[in-house]
């Protein structure tokens, strides 16, 4: 059973578009969420977290929005630019027995159009 | 500062064969992970490490033993590869608290179990 779902394996978007990638969750007991990217031949970089008690958080073009009550996050992508084009994960993480563990999803592969 | 290094970056094994896969991190992080991942999954995980002299298991702990005798090093052992084990390996760290929660991801190991 999949607790993080990303239903989306690939999008493309136009440069400067704006890009869209959701994510679905299934336990409310996740503390944190956070997206990574991920370049082929490389390991997944940290783009951005939300702490599951806030709505949103903004970095540059980069803004995540949590739903809490439909379980569901998205990341946000203003302007899209080329050099975005990588697979995005979207990860949960909790905390038990004092250890931090993470969910992740399958990924989904953004391609922006030049 | 070069972050979490993972060695091989490749290899090629045989089935039956065994290795061991090489994780530093030169951040002084407590917690280390491995996570496999394969074609249209996620990021599964191993096993992982609180800290010095500490193990765990993860989501798919069978074939695989692990060792972290230093802090900086997170050992990860195929006693006897099965193809099933064909995969590319990432190795984690994360700091003990942070304010944003990430971990760090290596650059990867490709196996693949002939």
């Known amino acids: 059973d999949q607790q993080v779902k990303q239903n989306s394996p690939s999008l493309s978007v136009q440069e400067g578009r704006i890009s869209i990638l959701n994510c679905d969750y299934t336990?409310?007991?996740?503390?944190?969420f956070l997206w990574y990217k991920k370049y082929p031949a490389e390991g997944p970089t940290f783009l951005i977290s939300?702490?599951?008690?806030?709505d949103k958080n903004e970095d540059g073009r980069f803004t995540v929005f949590l739903n809490k009550s439909a379980k569901h996050l998205s990341l946000h992508i203003v302007p899209s630019q080329p050099g975005d084009s990588a697979v995005y994960f979207c990860?949960?993480?909790?905390?038990?027995?004092?250890?931090?563990?993470?969910?992740f999803g399958t990924g989904t592969r953004l391609k922006v159009l030049a | 500062n070069a972050g979490v290094t993972q060695t091989p970056k490749f290899r090629v094994l045989k089935t039956g064969q065994s290795m061991t896969l090489l994780c530093a991190q030169d951040m002084n992080h407590e917690y280390m992970y491995w996570y496999r991942q394969d074609p249209g999954m996620g990021l599964r995980l191993i096993h992982y490490s609180v800290g010095e002299g500490t193990t765990a298991k993860g989501e798919v702990p069978d074939g695989y033993n692990v060792s972290r005798l230093k802090k900086q090093n997170f050992l990860l052992g195929l006693e006897s590869a099965a193809p099933s084990q064909t995969s590319v390996y990432f190795c984690?760290?994360?700091?003990?608290?942070?304010?944003?929660?990430?971990?760090?991801f290596g650059p990867g190991t490709r196996l693949t179990v002939l």
């Open positions: 990860a949960a993480s909790f905390t038990t027995s004092g250890t931090y563990k993470y969910i």
């Open positions: 939300i702490s599951s008690i806030k």
């Open positions: 984690a760290s994360r700091e003990a608290g942070g304010s944003y929660n990430e971990q760090f």
């Open positions: 336990n409310s007991m996740f503390d944190y």
